[in-house]
C-alpha cells in the first residue's frame, strides 16, 4: 500500500494507523500548494479532488476519504484492535465518532489555518469550535479514548486535529482533558513514529 501525505494534515490520523496495524506501505508526500507527488507527479491523477489522505491499495484501487481510509485500515488487522467489529454497536459508535470529528471539528479548522481572513469571522469560529471541544472533553472527562477502553482511529483522527489547536490559536488549557489526552496519545510509538517520518517537530 501507498499512503499520499502532507506533513501534519489530516492524513497524520492514516500515518498512524498504518503503524498501530504494523501493516507494510510506504509513504509519498504530496505538496499541497503544487499538487504534486515527492517523484513530481500530479497528485490530481491519483486523487481528482487534490487533497491528502489518499491510501492505493494492492490491487491499485484507491480510497480517497479519511474516515474510509481510516476503517479500511483497522479491518485489515482487526487483532490491533483498532476499531470494533462490523456490525457491531461499538462499531456505529467509532463511525459516529469519526462523523463528528469530521464535521464539526476538522472542517471548522480550515478557516483558521489559512492566513488573512477577518479576525472577527475567525473569532467566531473559534467559539463554535470551543462548543463542540467542550462536548468531547466531557465524553473524555470519565474514559481515556474515544470509544471502549482501548486506542483507536477515532482517537488517531482526534489527536491529528488537537494538534492543530496552536496554530488555530486556541488555547487547550480551557480544556484540561482534551490537553491531557493530546499529550497522552502522542507518546504512543506509532505516533511519535508517525511525527518523525513527516518531519514534525517531537
Not at 5 to 20: D, N, R, T, V
Not at 124 to 140: E, P, S
Not at 159 to 171: K, V
Request: charge should be neutral; hydrophobic fraction near 40%.
Amino acid at each position: 500500500m501507498k499512503l499520499y501525505y502532507s506533513p501534519g494534515a489530516c492524513s497524520l490520523a492514516s500515518h498512524i494507523a498504518l503503524l498501530e496495524a504494523g501493516l507494510p506501505f510506504t509513504a509519498d508526500k504530496v505538496d499541497m500548494r503544487t499538487r504534486h507527488t515527492s517523484d513530481g507527479r500530479d497528485f490530481t491523477t491519483v486523487n481528482p479532488n487534490g487533497y491528502v489522505p489518499s491510501l492505493e491499495l494492492d490491487n491499485g484501487e484507491v480510497l480517497n476519504e479519511g474516515q474510509a481510509i481510516l476503517q479500511y485500515i483497522a479491518d485489515q488487522k482487526p487483532d490491533a484492535r483498532l476499531a470494533p467489529l462490523a456490525g457491531t454497536l461499538p462499531r456505529y459508535r467509532l463511525i459516529e465518532w469519526l462523523s463528528f470529528i469530521s464535521s464539526e471539528l476538522h472542517k471548522g479548522f480550515g478557516p483558521l489555518l489559512r492566513p488573512g481572513g477577518p479576525e472577527d469571522t475567525k473569532a467566531a469560529i473559534r467559539d463554535k469550535l470551543g462548543l463542540r471541544l467542550g462536548y468531547v472533553a466531557q465524553h473524555l472527562a470519565s474514559r481515556q479514548y474515544l470509544v471502549g477502553d482501548h486506542f483507536t482511529v477515532a482517537d488517531a483522527y482526534l489527536y491529528t486535529i488537537l494538534t492543530w489547536t496552536r496554530i488555530a490559536g486556541i488555547d487547550l488549557s480551557a480544556w484540561p482533558v482534551l490537553a491531557a489526552y493530546r499529550e497522552r496519545i502522542q507518546q504512543r510509538p506509532a505516533v511519535q513514529a508517525a511525527r518523525a517520518a513527516e518531519g514534525l517537530k517531537p
